[in-house]
């Protein structure tokens, strides 16, 4: 294909685009926001994924102990949590240490109480390879003896998970949405220009123009 022909190609869609330019810009402000709302609900997933796996790191299933629970029992207990799939770590937490830890983060709340008086229960806090493993563990632990109950933050994960659903979800409905009105609008504009050029088109082919030749300018135009 000669430079020539492709000069007038380009020249011959510019036109085009210059005599249907409401139809064009239209079609161009559409496409771009196609893009501009995937974007942002693609970088809005991508955050909200990272937030949960940092949750999920910082997130502890915690054993809570009766007062009163044997040594044997509380062992029997680590035991059984560390025989369980998906455990990382495991700490145990006396009274002490959890009044402590608790003085240090929010003192106000032990307003009135102290080491002797201590409303806090021991614990042992599980670190998981994954939160999924959570609710198995909890099953497995929470109806042995000396075991006050389990604790985890399963519940704001699972809220978070929802939030990602339903933002992939309406993201998706509008970008098919947004999609389907850049193809519609695209192809009645490039409708519009042959129906506008038909009578160009006719003495064209009249003259022994191939079809490609007169089909170049309309793509060139859809690119654009």
């Known amino acids: 294909m000669k430079i020539s022909t492709v000069n007038y190609f380009i020249g011959d869609a510019f036109k085009s685009f210059k005599r249907n330019k409401t139809i064009s810009i239209a079609t161009i402000i559409t496409v771009l926001v196609t893009f501009i709302v995937l974007g942002t609900f693609s970088l809005v997933a991508e955050n909200l994924n990272l937030a949960i796996g940092g949750l999920e790191d910082k997130i502890e299933l915690v054993v809570y102990l009766n007062d009163d629970i044997s040594p044997i029992d509380r062992k029997e207990v680590q035991v059984k949590i560390n025989a369980q799939e998906g455990v990382k ?3 145990y ?3 002490e240490d959890a009044f402590k830890k608790l003085q240090e983060n929010n003192a106000g709340i032990l307003k009135g109480y102290t080491l002797e008086k201590n409303p806090l229960p021991a614990s042992y806090i599980v670190k998981l390879e994954d939160m999924s493993y959570a609710p198995a563990i909890r099953e497995a632990v929470k109806d042995l003896d000396g075991v006050e ?3 985890d933050e399963q519940e704001s994960i699972d809220t978070i ?3 990602i659903k339903f933002t992939k979800i309406i993201g998706t409905v509008l970008f098919v ?3 389907g009105v850049s193809i519609f609008l695209i192809m009645n ?3 519009l220009t042959v129906y506008a050029r038909r009578k160009e088109v006719g003495i064209m082919k009249f003259v022994g123009a191939t079809d490609w030749f007169i089909r170049w300018p309309f793509i060139i135009e859809g690119i654009l």
């Open 93 to 95: 937490e006396s009274r």
């Open 177 to 179: 949405i947004l999609v």
């Open 89 to 91: 770590e495991i700490q």
């Open 189 to 191: 504009t490039t409708k």
């Open 149 to 151: 109950s389990v604790s």
């Open 161 to 163: 998970q929802s939030i």
